[in-house]
């Protein structure tokens, strides 16, 4: 089992910036790949920004791309998520997510509101 738990959500105006972070606990060991996903009101879940663990960036949303950066610190088990130029479209719960080859892993989420 892994555990994911969120942090950093909250209220800016657009055109401001927020970090989410991450925090991986259990069986890390046993993920792939990492990443962040959102959900919008009345809309699906839709992916954000996927990394390995070995740092590679593997892809990105068309919509995020120049605005959100993905980090981790392996020593730590975290996993961030730079937001920078936010727009009202970014107004969501934001979701980390750990992928093994078998199971997906999900946090409980973290607001994220951009008020124009």
């Known amino acids: 089992q892994v555990q994911l738990v969120e942090a950093g959500g909250g209220l800016v105006q657009a055109g401001g910036s927020l970090r989410l972070s991450c925090s991986a606990s259990?069986?890390?060991?046993?993920?792939?790949?990492m990443g962040w996903y959102r959900q919008a009101p009345g809309k699906e879940r839709e992916f954000v920004e996927q990394?390995?663990?070995?740092?590679?960036?593997?892809r990105y949303a068309d919509a995020v791309k120049g605005r959100f950066t993905i980090s981790r610190d392996n020593t730590k088990n975290m996993v961030y998520l730079q937001m920078n130029s936010l727009k009202p479209d970014d107004t969501a719960i934001y979701y980390c997510?750990?992928?093994?080859?078998?199971?997906?892993?999900w946090g409980q989420g973290t607001q994220v509101t951009v008020s124009s």
């Open positions: 990394f390995n663990w070995s740092g590679i960036r593997l």
């Open positions: 997510n750990a992928a093994s080859p078998s199971t997906d892993y």
């Open positions: 259990g069986r890390t060991s046993s993920t792939r790949d």
